[in-house]
């Protein structure tokens, strides 16, 4: 739980960035707020027409009994409506990393000079980017259709979906948003998926915590710019770098006219 703990503390400080380079983190906001007006639509469009299509996926219910039919058709609009906003989110992420890669990338490297003072070299670059995120999106859609499957168990099925739900995308969530610093580095996929793994509470905790706040209306857009800079913050613990560089030790000073004190007798004092 510890690690958990921590890993979602990380997105909060990847927040401090604000403080630090507010003109990198302002300009994060502007693909977030294009693509999410196109997914926010959309979900509204979903919503409206779920109902009927709920009512043509169950003619058998026509003749139950009202509450179990009513009851039927409910579990099923609410699991298909979490399903299609947990696929949102995830296509949400993957499509505003491709789209603003240069803004992101401008927010990477405030964060890796802030914590650290230095920059990899190795470049991320818009294709792979896109290549990345088309993978999430595949990725995410197995996890959307378990989370709709559990959501159709009876009584329990809204609340084991949504939590399932939120767990692996969460997981996939914290995959995509580490993948720039740790390909900066010079890992290719698999060994970045090594390192995920090798600290999966820690990225668990920094994904679900992303995931919930972008569940919440407009907070996919006003996190993502610190979801970046925490998963770069993620990446730098993971490493075990430390949060700034280490500076040399001062050069002795010696006073004029002072004599350096003579090397330690090893010998002579190991036979005492």
Same mark, same amino acid.
């Given at each position: 739980?510890?690690?958990? =703990?921590?890993?979602?503390?990380?997105?909060?400080?990847?927040?401090?960035?604000?403080?630090? +380079?507010?003109?990198?983190?302002?300009?994060?906001?502007?693909?977030?707020? &294009? /693509?999410?007006? !196109?997914?926010?639509?959309? !979900? /509204?469009?979903?919503?409206? /027409?779920?109902?009927?299509?709920?009512?043509?996926?169950?003619?058998?219910?026509?003749?139950?009994? %009202?509450?179990?039919?009513?009851?039927?058709?409910?579990?099923?609009?609410?699991?298909?409506?979490?399903?299609?906003? =947990?696929?949102?989110?995830?296509?949400?992420?993957?499509?505003? !990393?491709?789209?603003?890669? %240069?803004?992101?990338?401008?927010?990477?490297?405030?964060?890796?000079? *802030?914590? +650290?003072? $230095? /920059?990899?070299?190795? $470049?991320?670059?818009?294709?792979?980017?896109?290549?990345?995120?088309?993978?999430?999106? &595949?990725?995410?859609?197995?996890?959307?259709?378990?989370?709709?499957? &559990?959501?159709?168990?009876?009584?329990?099925?809204?609340?084991?979906?949504?939590?399932?739900?939120?767990?692996?995308?969460?997981?996939? =969530?914290?995959? $995509? &948003? +580490? *993948?720039?610093?740790?390909?900066?580095?010079?890992?290719?996929?698999?060994?970045?998926?090594?390192?995920?793994?090798?600290?999966?509470?820690?990225?668990?905790? #920094?994904?679900?915590?992303?995931?919930?706040?972008?569940?919440?209306? #407009?907070?996919?857009?006003?996190?993502?710019?610190?979801?970046?800079?925490?998963? +770069? =913050?993620?990446?730098?613990?993971?490493?075990?770098?430390? *949060?700034?560089?280490?500076?040399?030790?001062?050069?002795?000073?010696?006073?004029?006219?002072?004599?350096?004190?003579?090397?330690?007798?090893?010998?002579?004092?190991?036979?005492?």
């Amino acid at each position: 739980m510890r690690e958990f =703990l921590a890993g979602a503390g990380l997105l909060a400080r990847g927040l401090r960035q604000w403080r630090r +380079t507010p003109g990198a983190m302002a300009l994060g906001l502007i693909p977030g707020t &294009l /693509v999410g007006l !196109l997914f926010g639509g959309a !979900l /509204v469009a979903w919503g409206l /027409v779920l109902p009927g299509l709920v009512d043509d996926w169950t003619p058998f219910a026509d003749g139950w009994a %009202p509450f179990w039919a009513g009851a039927l058709r409910t579990a099923i609009g609410v699991a298909s409506f979490g399903a299609a906003l =947990l696929l949102a989110v995830v296509s949400f992420t993957a499509v505003t !990393l491709a789209v603003g890669e %240069p803004f992101y990338d401008r927010i990477w490297r405030a964060t890796e000079r *802030s914590a +650290t003072g $230095e /920059v990899p070299d190795a $470049e991320y670059g818009f294709w792979r980017a896109a290549g990345d995120s088309a993978l999430l999106i &595949l990725r995410g859609i197995p996890a959307a259709a378990l989370a709709w499957l &559990l959501g159709l168990i009876p009584f329990v099925g809204g609340v084991v979906g949504f939590a399932a739900g939120v767990l692996l995308t969460g997981w996939l =969530l914290a995959d $995509e &948003l +580490t *993948s720039r610093a740790l390909s900066a580095r010079g890992l290719d996929r698999r060994a970045r998926r090594a390192i995920i793994r090798a600290h999966r509470a820690r990225a668990l905790g #920094f994904g679900v915590a992303t995931q919930l706040c972008f569940l919440v209306p #407009f907070g996919a857009v006003a996190v993502m710019p610190a979801a970046v800079a925490g998963s +770069t =913050l993620w990446v730098h613990a993971a490493l075990g770098r430390g *949060s700034a560089t280490p500076s040399p030790a001062p050069p002795a000073v010696v006073r004029p006219g002072a004599q350096p004190a003579p090397p330690a007798n090893r010998a002579s004092d190991a036979a005492r």
